[in-house]
């Protein structure tokens, strides 16, 4: 019997602390109640599309 290897065999995750204030994380956790998926997985695919798609921030301080 032959196995498949998991196409995200290699992406190795590292554990982090990122403080975020309340309002994000209330936002997040509100979001990932309506879509059934914890908050933490939900951050974490937000910031992997980020990166995939080579967002670029706009910061504007006002």
């Known amino acids: 019997m032959s ?3 998991s196409p ?3 992406k ?3 554990q982090i602390t990122i ?3 309340e309002e994000t994380l209330g ?3 509100t979001l990932s109640e309506a879509n059934g998926i914890p908050y ?3 951050i974490h695919l937000y910031l992997f599309d980020c990166a995939k798609q080579q967002k670029k921030l706009s910061l504007t301080w006002t």
Do not use: C, R, S, T
């Open 3 to 5: 196995h498949l290897k």
């Open 8 to 10: 995200y065999f290699d």
């Open 12 to 14: 190795i995750k590292q």
């Open 19 to 21: 403080p975020l204030d």
């Open 27 to 29: 936002y997040f956790k």
């Open 40 to 42: 933490q997985n939900l």
